[in-house]
């Protein structure tokens, strides 16, 4: 009868290995703190020269002391971008602005006061909504006060 072969499985990793998958990791944790670094984003915002451009008073500023408040509302603007970064219909906050202005003359405002910006930024390429689709959608929200001067 032969002799039975004796197999040793050694689970140790030689050092030269051991310091390249350390370096595969340390790249791999770089490389994935470095992309969500890059998909933190924090906007602020001077709208002045923006709302000048209206044909009507818009201002980030209280309600004027010889105005009466005569509504609160908001305006959103939505977009679509493909993988998350392709504008097939780009939010605009130029027309929310015009949507909103539009808004204030209907129900009879002299101007809007107390504005601002809330600008929901497409997610990443991998979100997914609420229903397990791409969430692909950006949306740009413009509140404010529309206003008349009292009589």
Not at 38 to 52: F, I, K, M, V, Y
Not at 88 to 97: K, N
Request: proline share 5%.
């Amino acid at each position: 009868m032969g002799r039975a072969r004796e197999t040793r499985c050694s689970c140790a990793v030689p050092p030269a290995d051991q310091s390249r998958m350390q370096f595969r990791m340390l790249g791999l944790l770089l490389a994935s703190t470095t992309a969500l670094a890059a998909c933190t984003t924090a906007l602020d915002s001077d709208l002045r020269e923006l709302l000048a451009q209206q044909n009507f008073p818009v201002t980030q500023d209280a309600t004027p002391a010889d105005a009466d408040s005569i509504g609160m509302f908001s305006v959103t603007n939505t977009g679509f971008y493909l993988f998350s970064f392709i504008p097939m219909v780009p939010t605009s906050l130029q027309e929310a602005l015009e949507a909103m202005v539009h808004r204030g003359r209907e129900i009879g405002g002299e101007g809007i006061s107390n504005v601002t910006v809330h600008h929901e930024l497409t997610r990443s390429f991998v979100s997914l909504s609420l229903v397990f689709l791409p969430d692909w959608f950006d949306s740009v929200t413009v509140t404010g006060t529309a206003w008349r001067h009292k009589r």
